[in-house]
């Protein structure tokens, strides 16, 4: 199994954080055909071999993403690729 942790910070209100996060969850849930629901203001995802959830504090929002053995060997380009959309839809404000 591997593990991805990205924190990314944030200046935006919480209503454009959670519509932020959103937009990250989408990605992967279309990427990865994942179950998402909002516990608050965490974000829980998963489906068999992949799950995680996305916290959103007042300036940064944290994702912690299980990857199973199988998504493991591909941990790099999806580390890189969310790593990426986070840093677009945090900034985006």
Known sequence: ????????AHHLAPEQARAAAQQVADKLAEQ???ECAWDGDVLRF?????SG???LL?????LHIALGFL???FSSQIEAKVADKMRRVFSAA
Do not use: C, T
């Open 1 to 8: 199994m591997a593990d991805i942790n990205i924190v990314q």
């Open 32 to 34: 990865f055909e994942l």
């Open 46 to 50: 998963e489906r068999s071999g992949v």
């Open 53 to 55: 959830s996305l916290s």
């Open 58 to 62: 007042p300036d940064q929002a944290k």
């Open 71 to 73: 998504f493991s060997a």
